[in-house]
């Protein structure tokens, strides 16, 4: 078992791989029992954002990925993923959006989304209306720290993944936040929901009161890009269910990837796009664990 974590308030356990090995595939699997993950992000000037998150999602082994995203940056994503990833314009009608999104096993909201009143109201819907997990990032949760009620009435799982900023919007917290452990599960807690809070040593904190501070991960993962590849592989694996992780051990995943592209490129060259290429490596170590 892991060793606990003693940081300000309640202890909390740290994330070991022995605790979460990676499940092998069945010899008569088919993609239909990895799952099919819907991605909502993207806007002009973030196409980057949704491509980094779909690519990730796909390298962690989702069955199927649909990136849904405006039409007027369709032409540029659909270059960017141009194989893997189903890339979906956007219709004009919301209902439309909804019923694509219903059949997913797991939906990530936010990468590059932008902030706009369509946006919003998406953003909102899907929130309330989606039975399976949500993962909300970057501005999923700007737009869900004005309607913490959302988050609040939602019957499904939800993971929120902020960086402490975007906590601060969230929660209130002051800045800097001086017991992050404590902050995190306080918020888990009140919003019974899954939350992530990025950083050195990650704290993934659930509704029940259980944290987990990670160990892996390095300063060449602090750059734009790396949040967007952690939301397509917590998607991913999310979307997997029982052929996936817990939602720490997606935390640790991610982190690894970051080392092993340390090791490879150091952590001033390194980039997004090398850590969604060492994530079948890392995943590679903890299916030999299985």
């Given at each position: 078992m892991?060793?606990?974590?003693?940081?300000?308030?309640?202890?909390?356990?740290?994330?070991?791989?022995?605790?979460?090995?990676?499940?092998?595939?069945?010899?008569?699997?088919h993609?239909?029992?990895?799952?099919?993950?819907?991605?909502?992000?993207?806007?002009?000037?973030?196409t980057?954002?949704a491509?980094?998150?779909?690519?990730?999602?796909?390298?962690?082994?989702?069955?199927?990925?649909t990136?849904?995203?405006?039409?007027?940056?369709?032409?540029?994503l659909?270059?960017?993923?141009?194989?893997?990833?189903?890339?979906?314009p956007?219709?004009?009608?919301?209902?439309?959006v909804?019923?694509?999104a219903q059949?997913?096993?797991?939906?990530?909201?936010?990468?590059?989304?932008?902030?706009?009143?369509?946006?919003?109201?998406l953003?909102?819907?899907?929130?309330?209306?989606l039975?399976?997990?949500?993962?909300?990032?970057?501005?999923?949760?700007?737009?869900?720290?004005?309607?913490?009620?959302?988050?609040?009435?939602r019957?499904?799982?939800?993971?929120l993944?902020?960086?402490?900023?975007?906590?601060?919007?969230?929660s209130?917290c002051?800045?800097?936040?001086a017991?992050?452990?404590?902050?995190?599960?306080?918020?888990?807690?009140a919003?019974?929901?899954?939350?992530?809070?990025?950083?050195r040593?990650?704290?993934?904190?659930?509704?029940g009161?259980?944290?987990?501070?990670?160990?892996t991960?390095?300063?060449?993962?602090a750059r734009?890009?790396?949040?967007?590849?952690?939301?397509?592989?917590?998607?991913?694996?999310?979307a997997?269910?029982?052929?996936?992780?817990?939602?720490?051990?997606?935390?640790w995943l991610?982190?690894?990837?970051?080392?092993?592209a340390?090791?490879?490129?150091?952590?001033?060259?390194?980039?997004?796009?090398?850590?969604?290429?060492?994530?079948?490596?890392?995943?590679?170590?903890?299916?030999?664990?299985?």
């Open positions: 892991s060793e606990p974590y003693t940081g300000p308030g309640r202890a909390a356990r740290t994330a070991d791989p022995k605790d979460f090995p990676l499940p092998r595939r069945p010899r008569d699997s993609k239909g029992d990895y799952g099919k993950l819907f991605i909502l992000a993207g806007s002009r000037g973030y980057g954002a491509a980094l998150c779909a690519k990730a999602a796909v390298r962690a082994g989702a069955g199927l990925v990136l849904a995203v405006p039409e007027d940056v369709y032409p540029i659909a270059a960017k993923c141009y194989d893997e990833a189903m890339v979906w956007l219709p004009e009608d919301d209902g439309a909804l019923d694509k059949g997913a096993s797991a939906a990530v909201i936010g990468p590059g989304l932008g902030q706009g009143a369509r946006v919003e109201r953003v909102l819907a899907l929130t309330r209306e039975p399976c997990p949500v993962i909300l990032d970057a501005d999923g949760l700007n737009i869900i720290s004005r309607h913490i009620n959302v988050l609040d009435e019957a499904g799982h939800t993971v993944t902020p960086h402490e900023g975007e906590f601060a919007r969230l209130g002051p800045l800097p936040i017991d992050r452990l404590g902050a995190a599960r306080g918020f888990a807690l919003h019974r929901c899954t939350l992530v809070l990025k950083g040593r990650t704290v993934t904190a659930y509704p009161g259980d944290c987990v501070v990670n160990p991960g390095n300063p060449g993962m734009g890009g790396s949040g967007d590849v952690l939301a397509g592989l917590l998607g991913a694996l999310t997997q269910g029982r052929y996936g992780l817990p939602v720490h051990g997606a935390v991610h982190g690894r990837a970051g080392d092993l340390a090791e490879d490129k150091g952590e001033y060259g390194m980039t997004p796009s090398d850590l969604i290429e060492q994530i079948p490596y890392a995943m590679k170590e903890l299916a030999e664990r299985g």
